[in-house]
């Protein structure tokens, strides 16, 4: 169990879809807590959340949301005060626009929906420090750390599968759009024709035009189970793998996926001289990085073919960094303590509370509005009471609210409010962080008849959600 606790905490991921970056960061180590018995899980994507399932969890993970369409989950999520985890792999500010998935992600609705999930969370994940900079100001509650792998599905040594007599390159990808492979497509093709009974490149996804008609070139379906890719990888003798990337703001901030499954699997990458490679990669060490031109990719890949000694030094010592730096069972603990953490914080976090002053200068008085510093994202609660008994002279009222610097609250008004108000006592209650934004000084009192309106909800049973 997670310490501090006496029971397991139920913890709910909610991804925007089920891909290998939310399965290796997020599914993957949560499933080994819950499978220690320190955890209940249940794994949903967003558009399989139905209202009933928000009264379950402690804490909940969220990973790459962005889609508006599902906001009621994460509203739904704070309304309940349960705190939240928000982890992001990608710089989804920066996808570039010439691809449908940058017209998606770079829409202004999916950007603020993204930084809405930021700002309203209790500890943000990031694994690039591009990333943790753009985060950081947003909320200051954000954390780098590191992705694994999980050694349990890779065979003791990769290199058992090889084909003897050819060197196998492979280029695995699992985007929709990928034009990355154009950085090194005539270095490979020319590598095909000159070493055209030595070696084979294998692919995922169709094959592009310019390699089209070669018998040495093979393709594979895309497999989207992240398990059953890395067990079916690393058992089909790969020798060289090659990993593009370019220099723009969305790919120096990927993580090192292609280092960190290259190396698992024995295989000895060439990979970019760009951001998360350089600072990974040991040039010529536990692999080759090159200039983003065909004739280094060149070079590379025929210095790997023709020095087999140098290939199978940056095999093994890539291999040992990797079960070294990227150990599964790191990542769960890391995971464990963030749990901890924000499930221990939150306690008093969530419970904070300021006692407003109240001065009223007319007699209906229905309502409070609220200045703040900077941009509020989150859960208030306004609680009007009478002083000498805490008696209700109003439903306490919980809002939600998004990048806002006007908070307002109204309801049903209260007559006679400048006799009555020395007897009322207000008090605003939410997380410490967004009081401590309030510029108390400019707090005003709204006049004038308000009703609420009633609304009949539906109710429904509770149901289990799908279990990781």
Wanted: proline letters at 6%.
């Amino acid at each position: 169990m997670i310490p501090g606790f006496r029971s397991r905490p139920r913890v709910m991921a909610v991804l925007a879809k089920k891909m290998p970056s939310t399965m290796i960061g997020i599914v993957k180590p949560l499933e080994v807590l819950r499978n220690q018995g320190q955890i209940n899980l249940r794994v949903f994507t967003e558009n399989h959340v139905k209202p009933w399932h928000l009264n379950w969890p402690d804490v909940v993970v969220f990973g790459r949301n962005t889609e508006p369409l599902f906001d009621f989950v994460l509203e739904g999520i704070l309304l309940n005060q349960i705190p939240t985890i928000f982890e992001l792999d990608d710089n989804l500010w920066e996808v570039p626009q010439q691809l449908e998935l940058g017209k998606y992600h770079r829409a202004p609705e999916r950007i603020h929906q993204l930084e809405k999930y930021i700002a309203c969370a209790d500890l943000v994940r990031v694994y690039n420090p591009h990333i943790y900079a753009r985060v950081e100001k947003l909320n200051p509650n954000v954390k780098m750390v590191k992705a694994g792998v999980d050694f349990r599905l890779l065979p003791p040594w990769p290199g058992i599968y090889r084909k003897p007599g050819k060197i196998r390159i492979a280029y695995p990808t699992s985007r929709i759009e990928d034009d990355l492979y154009s950085v090194f497509i005539h270095a490979v093709k020319n590598i095909l024709d000159q070493y055209s009974h030595q070696v084979e490149f294998h692919l995922w996804g169709s094959i592009p035009a310019e390699l089209q008609g070669l018998p040495a070139v093979k393709a594979h379906p895309k497999i989207l189970d992240y398990n059953r890719f890395l067990r079916r990888f690393s058992r089909m003798g790969f020798e060289i793998g090659l990993a593009p990337l370019v220099d723009n703001p969305f790919s120096v901030s990927k993580t090192n996926n292609k280092f960190r499954e290259y190396g698992a699997s024995g295989v000895a990458g060439v990979y970019s001289n760009i951001g998360p490679y350089v600072d990974s990669v040991e040039d010529g060490v536990t692999g080759l990085l090159v200039r983003n031109t065909q004739e280094a990719w060149q070079d590379a890949i025929e210095k790997l073919i023709l020095n087999p000694t140098l290939r199978q030094q940056i095999q093994v010592n890539a291999r040992q960094v990797v079960e070294r730096d990227y150990n599964q069972k790191e990542v769960v603990q890391t995971w464990r303590e963030d749990l901890r953490t924000v499930l221990g914080k939150t306690k008093t976090e969530w419970n904070a509370k300021m006692e407003i002053p109240l001065r009223l200068e007319q007699n209906v008085w229905s309502g409070l509005r609220f200045h703040s510093r900077l941009p509020v994202y989150g859960v208030l609660k306004l609680e009007i009471q009478t002083r000498q008994h805490g008696r209700p002279l109003r439903a306490p009222i919980n809002q939600f609210f998004s990048d806002t610097k006007e908070v307002e609250f109204r309801f049903t008004a209260v007559q006679d409010a400048v006799y009555k108000a020395r007897d009322i006592v207000v008090t605003l209650s939410g997380k410490k962080s967004i009081l401590d934004l309030m510029d108390w000084e400019q707090t005003e009192a709204v006049y004038g008849e308000f009703f609420e309106e009633v609304t009949i909800e539906e109710t429904k049973e509770e149901t289990n959600g799908e279990e990781a």
